[in-house]
């Protein structure tokens, strides 16, 4: 399978700073992005689909303007937390495809283990 | 609107025995993919096997393969001869639509799989 690449897999950070997590496609151009969140023992939330050189489109009831999605090449994409608050402690994971013929699932990053305090 | 069910919320299973995770779906597309990850402690969403709607015969993979009854709406993995390394969560999910790089997937609500030695 394809390699998707999240840093960091893990970051504490201070209530009120935000925190920017990196979703690479390391052998394949990802025309298409999605970002997931997931809290304990539930299942992954989609939160936003991002599509390279164009606005991300965010699920119902997640704050564009609290999760900033930027896909700016079709290696890369960004997730930046603003203003991070504890409730905002969770699982984020990211999914890339893209249009190679080989490729018909979503391949995944590690994850980013975010806990706000 | 669509829909992922896995009814199974946790299962234990003795190592060796073939294990079935149910999964059912719900949707008014008639192009879909169905797709079963594993996600282990780590938090990593490892991709096992994919079926596509008009696939004729099921989609296997190793020890995995898929149980795809489309009449009835059911895309079940089956675990043959199951390891200690199998215990994990397991995801059903579905992408929406024809396969190309912007439909979603969306993810049931997992199964915890325990194998016991």
């Known amino acids: 399978g394809a390699v998707v690449s999240q840093h960091p897999s893990w970051v504490i950070c201070k209530s009120g700073t935000s925190v920017k997590i990196e979703c690479r496609s390391l052998?394949?151009?990802?025309?298409?992005m999605f970002w997931y969140r997931q809290f304990p023992k539930q299942s992954l939330m989609l939160m936003a689909t991002s599509n390279e050189g164009s606005k991300a489109t965010y699920e119902q009831g997640v704050e564009k303007d609290k999760f900033l999605i930027n896909h700016a090449s079709l290696t890369l994409s960004t997730l930046t937390v603003t203003s991070a608050h504890p409730e905002d402690s969770s699982f984020y994971i990211c999914?890339?495809?893209?249009?190679?013929?080989?490729?018909?699932?979503?391949?995944f990053g590690q994850g980013t283990r975010l806990t706000v305090v | 609107a669509q829909k992922i069910t896995q009814t199974q919320p946790g299962m234990f299973v003795q190592e060796k025995e073939a294990v079935t995770l149910d999964c059912t779906y719900d949707t008014s597309d008639q192009s879909y993919g169905l797709f079963w990850y594993k996600q282990p402690s780590s938090g990593e969403m490892i991709f096992l096997i994919y079926?596509?709607?008009?696939?004729?015969q099921n989609a296997t993979e190793g020890r995995y393969s898929l149980n795809f009854q489309k009449a009835r709406k059911s895309a079940n993995l089956v675990i043959s001869a199951s390891q200690l390394g199998d215990s994990a969560m397991y995801f059903c999910a579905m992408r929406e639509g024809r396969k190309s790089s912007a439909s979603k997937i969306i993810f049931g609500s997992g199964t915890r799989l325990s194998i016991r030695p």
């Open positions: 052998d394949f151009q990802a025309t298409t």
């Open positions: 999914s890339a495809r893209g249009n190679p013929s080989r490729h018909t699932e979503a391949f």
């Open positions: 079926q596509g709607s008009y696939d004729e």
